[in-house]
Each structure stands twice: as C-alpha cells, then as structure tokens.
C-alpha cells in the first residue's frame, strides 16, 4: 500500500503496513502496534548472532545495488580498534523512486529501530541518517520520533538499559543526487564536496573518517525488525520465484499510471501483474510502451518485454534491465520517448559530480545530441554515435552514473529505434 | 627480496614492492602508461581516467594510478579496449578544449596535445554545438587561469591542498559547469603556488612571467641548481638566444621532490642583465683599461708578488665552491683570510614536504663558503681591509661597502662592476653561475653540480677558472690552459 | 537551467552583514559540533543554519563559516557550489522548486512550471519576480513522483500540483 491508496490484496503489507497513519508516528502508539520488541530481542541476541540471522534471511540492499546486507555487515571487523559507523542512506534521489520518503513519513520508529539493530551488530556508537534536503518534511518526522526515542531510553548512552550506546543524528543533504552514492555520502557527511571515492578501500575497512563503516537504504533497515521477530526462515519464505530474491519490496509506481504509488509485494511478483492488476493499468484508457523498472538508471524495457518480466533481481536481469530501487517510471504509447530520454540524460549531466572525464562531458555531450534531434536538426550518425558514447560511459569511472546514463541511453534507441528515427526524419515525434 | 610481487605489464616482466600502483610498476618496466590527474608527489585522485589499463581475468578496465600490483598480474596498456577507451578520453577532453594551440604557451610541452597526436582521433564528432566558455582570470602574483583550457584533472587543487597545505583552490560547481575557484578575496600569494603551472598538463595554469615569450621547442634546457636560498632545489634553466627565460623545477626526491618556490622560479632575471664587464681590465695611468687575459693575469701575478700580509677577500655565497675554495688558497698565500654576507628572508616551508623550504639564508652556497674557510663576520672582514696587503673580492657586489682605502690594491673577480670598486688595481670578468660548470653545496650539506646554460658575455671566463689561472702564475696552483 | 537565483530578490542583502554565529544559532552549531569528530564536518549543517536565518549564503556568511570552522573561504566556496540548494544570490520571499525529470514529465510538469510563471509574475526561471515575492526554479527528482507533480515551496513540499490548480496554490503564501 501506498498513500494514497488503500492496500490492494494482492500485496504483501509488512513494511507498509501503517502508511497514511498518522498515529504511527508517535513512539507511544507504535510501540502499541509492537514497535521496538525486535531491538529488544536483538539486545539480548549476540553480535554476530543478530548478522547471522539477518543473512540467513537473504535480504538484498533496497537502495539499488542489491547486496546482501547481513554479508555486508558481516564485513565490518570483529575487533574493533576504532570508532565503527552506521551511515543510513536516506538520499532518495533515483528518479521515478519514493518509497523511502514514505517510510521515513509514515514509519520513522521502524527506521529507527532497525538502525539500532544494525548499530548494535556491527558495534556501531553512532549513527547517521543522510535525509535529502529537499525531505522538509520526513526530517521533521524524523527528528520528532529520535527525540521520543532519545526520551524513551531507546536512543542514547544506556539502550533499554543494556548498556550499549547508539546515538542517531540526521545529516541534511543539499541537493545532489550523487550523494545517494555511498561513498559520496559519506565525503558530503564529512564536510565536503559529494564525490564518489575509489574502491578500494571499501567502507567497511575505511569509511567515515577512515573507520569502518556500513551504509544502508532506509527500506533494508525498515525489514530487519521484522526479520528478527518473526525470523530469517519466514522473510526467506517470502520469494515467489528465485530463492535468492527474498522479502517484499516497496515498488514506487509512476508515470503514465492510473494510480501511481508504493505497492508492496513478495519478491518474485509479476510485473504485468503489479501494473495492471494492482495499479490500474495505464491512464486515460492508453497502452503501454515502455518501463522503466527499477529507477531511471535502469535499461528500459518494451511492453512485451514487461509482460513477461517477474519482479526480482534475477528476473530482471534476465530480461536486460534491474530491479534497481524498484521506482518504476511507465511510459505510455503517448510518451515521446526522444523527449524523455533527453530529459533523463539532462538529468545526469546535471547531477555529475564532474570528477570522470567521461562523465562530466559525456553526459552533457549525450543531451546535446538528443536536443539536437529534437530541434529537427538530427543525423542518422548521431545513433552511432550516442552507442559510442554509451560504450566510452560504461565500466570506466569512480562510480556508475554515467553508465546509469548510457543505460537508459542506448536501451531506449535500442528498443524504439523507430521514434529515433522518426525525429531524424521528419523532425519530429512519432504520431500516437 | 622475497617480499617484491612479479607482474607483467605489456609482456615486460617487473618486480615491485607490495602496494606499489600499476602506473609506477610500468614505470619501472619501461612503459608509460598515459594520465593526466596523477603525479608522483601528488595524492591518488583517479579521475582524469586516462591510465586506464587492461588486466587479464578482468572483464573491467582499471585506473592505473589507482590499482596496486598483484601477484602474477598480467596488464596491458597497449591492448585495444585501453587504447580505445584513451581515445575516448581524449574526444571527451577536446570537446570543450579551445583550439588555442597556436596561442597557447603549452604548446610543444602539452600533454593533451601529446597523447592527442599519438593516440586521440583525427577528428572531432561534436559538430558544431558551443564550446563552454568562461573568461581568463588573473589567479594572483604570476598565475592565469584559463578556465577553458582546463581539463578538471584537480593537480593544482591537490597541491595546495595536501602539499601546500593551504586550500586556497577549489573545484566550483559541478558536471561540465565545473572549474577551478580561487577566494574572490584572495590571490595565489603562497610562497610556493607558482607550482601550479608546472603540474598543469595543459595550458590552463600559466605564468605571466613566461607569457607568450619563447615557443617550448625554442627552449634549450640546462641542469642546474637554484641561487635563491640554501635550499638547493634542483632546477632547469631554459635559454633561448643565449637568454634565460623560464627556470623550473627538476625532479630531485632527495632535495625539492618536484618543487621550487617562486622566488627560485622568478628571480632569474638578472642572469639576462647586460651591464657585465667584458674584458679584463687593469690600471694605467689612473684609470681602468682594457686589456688581454694574458696581460692582466701578468699584472696581477706582480701585484699579488709584491702585496704585503695579511690579504682579506671578501666573498659571495652565490659563487661556485670550486671558485671559493680557489680564493681560499689564493688568500693562504697572503696568511689571509676571508667572509661573506648573506641576505636573509623570511622561511617559508612547503608544508607538506618533509625539510624543504625557502631558506632564511637566501644564497646557494653559504655551506660552501664556509667549507672552503671563509666565515660570517664581514664587519670584521671589511674592518681589516684598511690595514690590508690586498683585497680579493670575489662575486660581491659591494652595496653598502666603502671603497677600501687608497694604497691597499683590490683584486675584484665579479659579473659586474660596482661603484665601490672602481678603485680597483685589476678586475677579471667572471661568468655568472649561468654560464659555467661548477658545485654548490646545500643546507645539508650536499654537494650538487650545475651546468652552462648560457654562453658568457665578451671575454669572461669561469671564476674558478680565474682562480686557477692566478695561482698557477703564482706557481701555486695547476693552471688550465689559457 | 538555473537553480540558484540570480540576485534581485528583496531578501535582504543588508542582514546577510550581519554575523549568523551568535547566540542561539551559535549555540545550535555548537551542539552540532559536538557530534562530529572533525569541524569540518559540521559544514553542510552550519550552511543551512546560515540560509535559515539570512535566506541565502553570502560572501560574508561563506567567510563567516570558514572563520568558525578553520576552513579556508575557497573550501567552502567549493562546497556550496557544489549543493544546488545553497542559494548564492538572495532569492524571492518564496522559493518554488517544480520537479520536471522524466517521471514528473510525463505528468505535465512542465505546465505547472509555466503556470508558475505565470501566476508568480517572474519572467523567467531563476529570476525573482518584481514584487519580490518569488523565484521559480526547476528541480531534478525531488522524491515524491507518484504525487506528480511536487512543488517544493520553502519547506512545503505541495503533492500533486496541476496547471489549473497552480493559482490558489500561489495565492496561498501571499
């Protein structure tokens, strides 16, 4: 479910469960409705017992990548020798995703609280929640909870008087895209420009001033008190269709859809299914063209493709694209789909951090080309020459926004090479 | 020994210490790896992507500046995806790069042109679409920015940053808006910021001083050593037409690494000046006349016969060691003995070098002159010369000094002729520390040669050279063939 | 496409003079301060304490916040203009962002963007309008794409905003 919509039966209501809730938010009713029992548990759980578990339960970052988060707290070094950190990647800047801006709004004690699991697993004092600082809101949503937290003893020096210290501080971005990058943030959290650094060294050997550090998206940490209530066995269960895509996911549906939102459903759900079954269909009585699954930087995918593509990773994979952050953008037979990959590509030229050669010119040089055809002024070379572009973004930069670029680039002249061509012609889009 | 990792970098095998990167491992190999954002005293930035490498098993390329060896790893620099994805690179760098190369003091010495011409393609496919543009800006004392030439490979923020240590550069904006800040208050005032301009690859960072007066391929270039201070940073000086016109650094890691101060890198001006002596000259009838090298070498060898004890010299610290220790045993003959002065400054380190810095002491060879017996009292010295038999003035300009006393004969060695010396008996022309082969020793007491960059002026001769000669008339010395 | 403003708004140059880091505000960036091992890292924090309070980063302010911090201007120079939200230049009484990436697009973001235009009386993106009321940028995703299209106000963030709806929308913040 998804404000502002009732949940539909078909989905699976665990992380969504008190959307559009506003009682939810208070710490006392939440706690009414359970909160907190899995920090409880997980207190008087050891250490690596509370990873243990949440890697049996198979559970993969929600933010995008898709890592296994027990496996990547299992990183961080058993002895500590120096200050160990949470960074919680509330950034959600990934074009056609909002889920996480829904969590943090509607359920910041489960935030909360799986941070304080995860704080406590991987011997973490100190925890920052990066909110982007467009999140007016979530952040006033958020802070109102941590203080309750803080008041209720569930924050602080003494948690739940176990005599373990996690402190939760949130970290307002200022407006980049990149930052949502984890090693971007955690530079934009030290104080400076948001610029992806190079792994290696990875974060859970140098991160946050050169200590270790774990970064997890607001919707992974959002299922791990559930994963310790009611056990890894169970979340592991939740996965229609490849065992190694387990849990729900939170799809942020947008675009040409009659009615747009966050629908939460098992790993392993069709896609046609989650369009037309759950979230109407497509608006005004229009058919589909295209999806974008997982977010903008995702390959696109034509409609016959969507029909057969089940929602997981490996589901996706197999159909050329990802599940990414699972912001799905559907484009309907009125998109003109030059338009809009031009618009996404000025999106990435904006939001270059301007460190890679590629990247800096090659997603500014990408929009010009697209404007260009746009303006009638358009060659047959220039699909060539975007391939080119696309091959020369891919695989050889600090980071992946670039190739983010390329990806939506060449899959969209790949699979609607005809609207291209159209423009190339004629000057302008394809009639409807 | 068993420590070292064996790699293979295009088939050339090399060993390398552990945690050594890619790029200098080919470095040893014989094999240069094209970059741009990467340089030795620099730390690791990876973000020109120019070094990218292949490396077997690997489906992905890799920065080469930035992957430390392994063993067994088996790199290509010379494959096709790495040539390919260098000349894409290259077409990104040159779609907002100007076409400035025929008035751009980089040419000729320009990495981008260099990689361009060896690997980059023939043409450009960005057509006619607006090159980015934003105007020159006077960055302060000697430097310009010329924001569009630049290829954001962020050398010159890193230096002031982490070598500096003084963050007066920044990266402003972001994506293919972004150029180098500086504080719109402040100017590259930094006692060591004029290192900018070196490290920039391309023509972007660049020195008024130098501005559009020599043609790098004009250039002929000279190991030698900085007069500025005691430092000692190895230098090249670069000459056309017999003119010094650019003085840079020379990599020495054990003196300046890659570095030299601005004062070292501006004040060589006056190796260009024109008011030298010429010729030898000797009195006669009162006054100062022109004479042969042999004459003069006679005269003198009759003065220095005949001139009582005790002798005083009055030396430069800006001179030879060779020269300094000649004037030493000339001035033993006479029981004399000798001092220098030396201007001072103030130091300014360079913060993230261990031990070097613009020294206080601002004359290359203040280690040398006292090795060779001569010492800091010149008030003492220059007290002595009234009762003296002689005075040999060795490279000092005498500012501030009177004329010693009427009846006490100077022997002044010097470039050139000062008011206080006039007086003189004889005056032998000696070549500036441009114009000769001789050794300085530093702070730290290394000794360190210079070579001739330029051709000496009319008949002057090295005052090493000089001294030699003298001695040898004396019969004292060896003597080098007029 | 601008983002900043470009300077004309009426929000007042003259208490960007004035120094941010007394008193109260002094105090929160202390208690910031306390939280982070490094200065340096309380600079994102203490920019936007500067923007609440004087509307936009001045020169001055910049100057102000290496001074507490032990940073040099350029740094934080470097750091503002690298964060779109930091405005460099005094903006309108209001500042409307209007998400115009794809999904939004799709939405007709680009009409509530000329409604805007419209309604607010600016001429232009980025330019303050003359009553000085407000300045009209567009936004890259600002989250909330299934409640196309979001206009982020101040710190409102309006959900799903349409051309016609956009004119009581402004006559809300008069």
């Known amino acids: 479910m998804g404000y502002p919509h009732p949940s539909h039966p078909r989905e699976t209501v665990i992380l969504s469960r008190h959307f559009g809730d506003a009682e939810a938010r208070s710490l006392t009713l939440w706690m009414k409705r359970g909160g907190y029992q899995a920090l409880e548990k997980a207190l008087g759980m050891s250490r690596d017992q509370v990873i243990e578990e949440v890697k049996a339960s198979l559970v993969r970052g929600r933010g995008g990548a898709g890592f296994p988060a027990g496996v990547k707290w299992g990183f961080m070094p058993k002895q500590k020798t120096k200050p160990h950190y949470l960074c919680v990647n509330a950034d959600e800047g990934e074009p056609g995703t909002f889920k996480d801006r829904e969590l943090l709004r509607w359920t910041p004690h489960a ?41 209720r003893g569930l924050l602080g020096p003494n948690v739940l008087g176990r005599g373990v210290r996690i402190d939760m501080t949130i970290h307002r971005g200022a407006g980049a895209y ?18 992806p650094r190079i792994k290696p060294p990875f974060p859970a050997a140098a991160g946050l001033w050169g200590c270790p550090t774990t970064i997890n998206n607001v919707e992974t940490l959002c299922a791990v008190p559930h994963i310790l209530l009611r056990g890894a066995g169970w979340y592991k269960g939740l996965s229609l269709s490849n065992p190694k895509s387990t849990g729900t996911k939170l799809f942020s549906v947008c675009g040409a859809i009659a009615n747009p939102g966050n629908y939460e459903v098992t790993m392993g759900f069709p896609l046609k299914d989650l369009l037309y079954d759950l979230a109407g269909g497509i608006r005004g009585g229009r ?18 493709e969507a029909d057969a593509t089940i929602l997981d990773y490996e589901g996706c994979a197999a159909m050329g694209t990802q599940l990414g952050s699972g912001g799905m953008i559907v484009y309907d037979d009125a998109t003109d789909i030059v338009y809009q990959v031009m618009r996404l590509a000025q999106f990435y030229a904006h939001e270059s951090c301007a460190q890679c050669t590629q990247c800096r010119e090659g997603t500014a040089w990408t929009t010009k080309i697209l404007q260009r055809m746009l303006r009638g002024e358009g060659r047959m070379e220039d699909l060539d020459l975007l391939f080119d572009l696309g091959e020369q973004m891919t695989g050889k930069t600090i980071c992946v926004l670039s190739d983010s670029c390329a990806a939506a680039v ?22 409807a | 020994m068993s420590d070292l990792v064996t790699l293979t970098i295009d088939g050339r095998e090399v060993q390398v210490p552990p945690g050594t990167m890619v790029l200098e491992a080919a470095k040893l190999a014989g094999v240069l790896v094209p970059h741009y954002c990467y340089h030795p005293s620099l730390p690791v930035a990876g973000v020109c992507r120019m070094c990218l490498v292949e490396v077997a098993g690997s489906a992905k390329l890799a920065a080469a500046c930035a992957t430390p060896v392994a063993p067994g790893m088996a790199v290509s620099v010379s494959g096709a995806q790495a040539k390919a994805a260098r000349q894409g690179v290259l077409e990104f760098l040159l779609i907002n790069h100007p076409l400035d190369c025929p008035v751009c003091d980089q ?73 180098i800040g500086i504080d719109a208050g402040h100017k590259l005032e930094h006692p060591w910021s004029g290192n900018v301009v070196d490290l920039c690859p391309v023509g972007s960072l660049i020195s008024k001083d130098f501005l559009h007066k020599a043609r790098a391929w004009d250039l002929d270039k000279t190991a030698s050593v900085c007069t500025g ?70 005269q003198m060898a009759d003065l220095l016969r005949s001139a009582k004890a005790p002798w005083v010299g009055l030396v430069s610290p800006g001179v030879s060691s060779e020269a300094l220790e000649g004037a030493a045993r000339l001035l033993a003959l006479g029981k004399g003995t000798g001092a220098f002065r030396v201007p001072q400054g103030e130091e300014a380190p360079l913060a993230g070098v261990p031990d070097l810095a613009l020294r206080a002491d601002r004359a290359p060879n203040v280690q040398g002159a006292e090795a060779a017996g001569f010492d800091r009292d010149w008030p003492g010295a220059v007290a002595r010369t009234r009762s003296a038999g002689l005075v040999v003035v060795l490279g000092e300009a005498l500012d501030g000094v009177e004329a010693p006393a009427a009846g006490v004969p100077v022997l002044y060695i010097g470039t050139a002729l000062p008011e206080a010396a006039r007086g003189a008996a004889v005056v032998l022309p000696c070549a500036s520390v441009a114009e000769e082969e001789g050794s300085f020793v530093n702070l730290r007491g290394r000794r360190q040669p210079y070579y001739q960059a330029k051709a000496a002026p009319g008949m002057a001769r090295p005052a090493a050279w000089i001294l030699e000669e003298v001695l040898a008339m004396l019969g004292a010395g060896a003597g080098v063939a007029a | 496409m601008s983002q900043t403003g470009t300077g004309t708004g009426t929000h007042e140059a003259t208490a960007a003079a004035s120094r941010v880091f007394e008193g109260a505000a002094r105090r929160e960036l202390d208690a910031i301060l306390k939280k982070y091992p490094t200065a340096q890292s309380a600079l994102l924090p203490a920019l936007w304490i500067v923007q609440e309070r004087q509307g936009w980063v001045s020169p001055g302010a910049m100057a102000e916040v290496a001074e507490v911090l032990g940073l040099t201007v350029a740094y934080v120079k470097g750091v503002v203009t690298f964060y779109t939200l930091y405005h460099q230049h005094p903006v309108g009484k209001h ?60 710190d409102d963030l309006i959900e799903s905003v349409t051309a016609e709806s956009v004119p009581a929308l402004v006559a809300r913040y008069r």
């Not at chain 2, 679409?129 to 302060?140: L, S």
């Not at chain 2, 037409?241 to 300046?256: A, G, I, T």
């Not at chain 3, 409604?115 to 000085?132: F, M, Q, V």
């Open chain 1, 178 to 195: 990149i930052c949502g990058e984890e090693t971007a943030l955690m530079n934009s959290i030290e104080g400076k420009r948001g610029n």
């Open chain 3, 95 to 154: 500042f409307a962002q209007v998400c115009t990436t794809s999904p939004c697009n799709l939405c007709g973001a680009e009409g509530v963007v000329a409604a805007l235009l419209t309604a607010t009386g600016c001429k232009r993106l980025g330019e303050t309008s003359p009553d000085g009321l407000w300045t009209v940028v567009e936004a890259e995703c600002l989250g909330a794409c299934g409640f196309a299209t979001p206009v982020l106000i101040d």
């Open chain 2, 107 to 179: 040419a000729g010495e320009c990495e981008l042109q260099d990689y361009t011409f060896q690997e980059g393609r023939s043409g450009t496919r960005y057509g006619s679409f607006a090159k980015r543009y934003n105007p020159v800006e006077d960055f302060g004392p000697d430097v310009l920015y010329v924001p569009n030439r630049c290829i954001l490979c962020t050398r010159c923020v890193r230096f002031m940053e982490h070598v500096a240590e003084a963050p007066v550069l920044n990266v402003s904006e972001r994506g293919d808006r972004a150029y």
């Open chain 1, 287 to 304: 058919t589909l063209k295209a999806v974008q699954p997982g977010g903008s930087s995702v390959p696109f995918i034509t409609a016959e």
């Open chain 2, 229 to 298: 201070c005691t430092q000692g940073c190895s230098v090249t000086l670069e000459t056309r037409d017999n003119m010094v016109v650019r003085v840079r650094p020379r990599p020495n890691p054990e003196v300046n690494r890659h570095f030299i101060c601005d004062r070292g890198r501006l004040d060589y001006h006056w190796m260009n000046r024109s008011d030298r002596i010429e010729t030898p000259l000797v009195r006669k009838d009162g006054r100062l006349a022109a004479v042969s090298w042999e004459e003069a070498l006679g």
């Open chain 1, 111 to 151: 935030l909360i609280e799986g941070s304080a699991i995860c704080a406590y697993a991987i011997q973490a004092e100190q925890v920052f929640i990066y909110v982007r600082g467009e999140f007016t809101e979530p952040i006033r949503v958020l802070q109102a909870a941590l203080d309750e937290a803080y008041a």
């Open chain 1, 410 to 431: 060449v899959s969209a002249i790949r699979k609607f090479r005809p609207d291209f061509e159209a423009y190339i012609r004629s000057g302008r889009a394809v009639p």
